[in-house]
């Protein structure tokens, strides 16, 4: 009798065993299956959202540029009072954040009648300041896109070439703007990698010839009386290409 009644507490130990070992698997089948739909649609976000990213590279959406859009060609328009109207490429590529800021102060009538309060016959006519003097600007200043602060730039300083005019700092460039009269060894040359070059005149460089011809500029700087300076009625930006 004693013996039959140790196998029997054996037999029930046995099953008690089995049965708590089922429950681990059951649970540990039930942690995986939990796991798995969490893991799988998690993974599968990743791979999508991985994919996206590698998309935004490869077609440029992700670029971290914050002056991408300008780094096309634009194009404007300077009408000068009494004068006639120039027709400016701007060189995006070659000089965007230069760009951008122009474009900005032209679509918000920055430029509406300011002047071109300072000419140089045979070298530049400098406008963009708002109180005729060479030493307003619009509040901000910008980095200088040139070679000599460390900004690939090709363009140079040729006749028709629109370029930022700045102070002594390199990233002192605003509102302030000039276009080169004419090309020449001694003064156009010592601005190319030193000055910011950003478009180009590409009809009605003769209206430049015109005015400066028509204006007295007096002193060292060829500052012009406020009462002679030509007046920009409006700079226009149209769609780039």
């Known amino acids: 009798?004693?013996?039959?009644?140790?196998?029997?507490?054996?037999?029930?130990?046995?099953?008690?065993?089995?049965?708590?070992?089922?429950?681990?698997?059951?649970?540990?089948?039930?942690?995986?299956?939990?796991?798995?739909?969490?893991?799988?649609?998690?993974?599968?976000?990743?791979?999508?959202?991985?994919?996206?990213?590698?998309?935004?590279?490869?077609?440029?959406?992700?670029?971290?540029?914050?002056?991408k859009d300008f780094k096309v060609t634009h194009h404007a328009t300077i009408k000068i009072k009494d004068y006639g109207t120039l027709h400016v490429e701007l060189y995006g590529e070659e000089a965007p954040i230069t760009v951008e800021n122009f474009v900005a102060l032209a679509n918000k009538g920055f430029y509406d009648d300011l002047t071109f309060h300072r000419i140089m016959d045979g070298f530049m006519a400098q406008g963009g300041c708002p109180y005729g003097t060479g030493t307003g600007d619009s509040g901000k200043d910008i980095k200088g896109e040139f070679i000599a602060n460390g900004v690939q730039n090709d363009v140079k300083h040729v006749r028709g070439t629109i370029s930022m005019a700045r102070g002594n700092a390199p990233d002192s460039g605003s509102s302030q703007f000039f276009i080169v009269h004419k090309t020449s060894e001694n003064n156009t040359k010592s601005l190319d990698g030193n000055y910011a070059a950003f478009g180009m005149v590409t009809d009605g460089m003769e209206i430049i010839d015109k005015m400066i011809a028509d204006t007295v500029a007096k002193g060292y700087t060829e500052s012009v009386s406020k009462a002679d300076q030509p007046i920009i009625e409006s700079i226009e930006i149209h769609p780039a290409h």
């Open 1 to 67: 009798m004693g013996k039959k009644k140790k196998n029997s507490n054996y037999v029930t130990e046995k099953r008690e065993q089995a049965k708590i070992e089922k429950e681990k698997v059951k649970r540990a089948a039930r942690r995986k299956e939990i796991l798995n739909m969490i893991l799988v649609p998690a993974v599968a976000v990743l791979l999508i959202a991985a994919l996206v990213v590698s998309l935004g590279f490869v077609f440029g959406w992700w670029d971290d540029n914050p002056n």
